[in-house]
């Protein structure tokens, strides 16, 4: 998100906002998250405001599916 943002204020390429959800859904999402807020950056987005909190979400339910087999 630092990359992103500061690329953001001079007027530079970008990150593609695809690139930064898939970073998230493959293990990133809770460093996208302290990101987006640390740095305000997407944070009116609604693709990031609601879809990172999910997939952090998701990713906690499938790590408790993992570790809890023995429950189902």
């Known amino acids: 998100m630092y990359i992103d943002k ?7 390429w970008r990150i593609r906002e695809n690139t930064l959800i898939i970073i998230a859904i493959f293990g990133g999402s809770i460093g996208s998250y302290l990101g987006m807020k640390n740095f305000r950056h997407k944070t009116k987005h609604s693709k990031f405001k609601y ?8 990713q906690i339910v499938i ?5 809890n087999k023995d429950i189902l």
């Open 6 to 12: 500061s690329r953001s204020k001079r007027s530079q």
């Open 51 to 58: 879809g990172i909190p999910f997939i952090i979400f998701i």
């Open 63 to 67: 790590i408790f599916l993992i570790y």
